[in-house]
């Protein structure tokens, strides 16, 4: 070891993995002492975050360090301070982002490396980013360029900067003919939080016909809801009673008796094991938050608090919402919240949305205020009669679209055996020499994973996947229950197929490939002997004179259904080209904000076609 000189003090270089510790879960005492002598630990902090602090702390001047660590601070409200900490304390020299791939195995943490050095940026300094998708792009040398002069405390995006889109998003921020939403929104908040027993709280419309009326609630729980739309069934069971305009519990004494209190009575223990809630000196058979009517019982925008595109429906009937859903209320009681709701909903929004906000595995965005408040909402208003009326229609079509049957075990009624699917197939080529046609000798866990079929020259082709635990798991994408998937591959060919007989392969096999378990004797799993195509060659369909009638009131169920899906696609086509005329986007605009969503090429046509009209 080599003494440091006096006026040279640190370290040559830091390099760790921090702990990820919640503040929750640290003592009172711990908590003061990080958050006096570190100024990066500040609200619900994570404790890798004055760890960073610490290691710049102890490196030397002009020096480097370097962490393993959660990605999360870039974007959460208590990483705000360590955003500060690298705008003015420490430069960010290299950033690896693995938000997009796990690097622990078992543990579910969205993590980075990054390089920073000892002193204070600059803004011609530049970061050298590389987001991580899978192993292969470890090998990869390539690193974006980050101009420093982009980043501020608000949410960092690192992947989208300096794209297209970011300088789009910028410019129309900074727009004068557009306001932060929320100055539009007055109320941006998630629903009723039950406390870890929503599974006891919320019960679907056959239990609460059975308990009091007044102690049941209709809500919306974040999957419930569809772009332009809600279908929801459940209810919350809610021992409280309005005093004042104010929800306040009902006393024990009083919910005594009734069918409510019966009901959570079987659940007392389990109701009372939740600490933090009798902690926080609630009884034990209340909610943890009940949230209060004023931001709950209105009309207001909702939407999923995970998402993979913006979602929004409007909430006609005020209803309450579960603690997945985020409510919007809006700012002005003549608000049009259908116009708002086409805005918010818009590929447009969602392009801008996606640059601000934190993805999580598959995909998902995450909502909440932090990431919504800033988005841009434009104040010219020249069509808004018209998105209304389009966002009325669409929500008409959706509602007729969910009404429809289309569980096709409900047409066929009961019936005889008839043939199999071997019975009726021919082989594609090259079948022999596919996975379909291996065991489990040859692949560990085999089984189908999807079926589709093709219409080709008067026949049909069943198309087919596989799924199985790859060897080494490293080289392959998996679940999280180690399964890989394969492309779906021709398989069996059908011909000489009378059109109903054709419908009936197509249809009554895809039930029974989700159904599985033996139905209609068919099972999922190859076996040593058998392989994915001895396994639907085993397939049963039913004698057609035995279904065909109700075959037949199904097909027109699903045609039905099929033109209301075109109906809902052409709509919501006309909202986004309108919306992209409203803030004034040109053609070239358009098609980056399309190409960052990967829209297909045939909606990205229609949508600027629509949009040549308008413009």
Not at 57 to 85: A, D, H
Not at 173 to 192: A, R
Request: a negative charge.
């Amino acid at each position: 070891k080599r003494r440091l000189k006096k006026d040279t003090p640190g370290f040559d270089a830091v390099v760790g993995n921090p702990p990820y510790v919640k503040v929750q879960t640290m003592p009172e005492e711990i908590k003061d002492y990080f958050r006096e002598k570190y100024s990066t630990a500040s609200g619900k902090f994570d404790l890798y975050i004055p760890f960073t602090e610490k290691a710049n702390q102890i490196v030397g001047p002009g020096k480097n360090f370097s962490y393993i660590m959660p990605s999360k601070f870039t974007e959460t409200q208590s990483g705000k301070n360590l955003r500060k900490f690298f705008l003015n304390l420490a430069t960010l020299k290299q950033y690896v982002d693995f938000s997009d791939y796990q690097v622990f195995e078992d543990v579910i943490t969205y993590t980075c490396v990054f390089v920073a050095q000892r002193n204070t940026p600059k803004d011609d300094n530049e970061i050298d980013y590389k987001k991580i998708y899978d192993r292969a792009d470890l090998e990869k040398g390539e690193f974006n360029k980050i101009r420093y002069k982009l980043l501020d405390e608000d949410t960092w995006n690192l992947s989208k900067y300096g794209s297209e889109l970011y300088e789009i998003s910028k410019e129309l921020k900074s727009s004068e003919e557009t306001v932060d939403l929320d100055t539009v929104f007055k109320h941006i908040s998630k629903g009723i939080d039950p406390g870890g027993s929503t599974d006891i709280f919320v019960v679907d419309e056959e239990r609460a016909q059975n308990l009091e009326e007044e102690l049941v609630k209709p809500v919306i729980p974040g999957d419930s809801i569809s772009k332009y739309n809600i279908e929801s069934d459940q209810y919350i069971i809610f021992p409280y009673r309005k005093d004042s305009g104010e929800y306040v519990v009902i006393p024990e004494d009083e919910l005594e008796g009734t069918e409510v209190y019966n009901y959570l009575k079987d659940y007392e223990e389990k109701l009372k094991d939740r600490d933090y809630v009798l902690d926080a000196g609630k009884r034990w058979y209340e909610l943890w938050n009940e949230r209060q009517p004023k931001n709950q019982e209105v009309e207001k925008l909702v939407i999923c608090n995970m998402s993979k595109e913006n979602r929004f429906a409007y909430d006609k009937k005020s209803r309450n919402t579960l603690h997945t859903t985020y409510s919007l209320v809006p700012e002005s009681p003549e608000a049009d919240i259908a116009y708002l709701n086409g805005i918010l909903s818009s590929k447009l929004l969602t392009a801008i949305f996606s640059i601000q906000s934190t993805t999580v595995k598959g995909g998902y965005y995450r909502y909440n205020r932090m990431y919504l408040k800033d988005l841009p909402i434009t104040t010219k208003d020249h069509s808004k009669e018209q998105v209304s009326n389009l966002v009325e229609k669409i929500s008409k079509e959706k509602s007729e679209l969910n009404s429809i049957n289309l569980n096709i075990p409900d047409y066929l009624g009961n019936y005889s055996d008839g043939e199999t699917l071997g019975d009726l197939y021919t082989p594609t080529e090259g079948l022999s020499e596919r996975i379909l046609s291996d065991t489990t000798v040859d692949r560990n866990n085999l089984r189908i994973g999807n079926v589709g079929f093709e219409e080709e020259s008067g026949q049909i082709i069943l198309k087919a996947s596989a799924r199985y635990k790859p060897e080494n798991e490293e080289e392959f994408e998996t679940d999280r229950w180690g399964y890989t998937e394969t492309e779906m591959v021709p398989a069996m060919k059908f011909t000489g197929l009378s059109e109903m007989e054709k419908t009936l392969v197509k249809e009554f096999t895809k039930l029974a490939v989700d159904e599985a378990g033996g139905f209609s004797n068919f099972r999922e799993n190859a076996t040593k002997s058998k392989s994915i195509i001895d396994r639907l060659e085993e397939l049963t369909l039913p004698k057609l004179e035995d279904v065909e009638t109700g075959l037949k009131k199904y097909l027109e169920e699903k045609e039905r259904a099929e033109k209301l899906e075109e109906e809902i696609k052409e709509t919501d086509h006309k909202i986004d080209a309108i919306v992209f005329d409203l803030y004034d986007l040109t053609e070239e605009e358009v098609k980056t904000v399309l190409d960052s969503l990967d829209t297909p090429e045939d909606e990205k046509e229609d949508i600027l076609e629509k949009f040549r009209e308008v413009n």
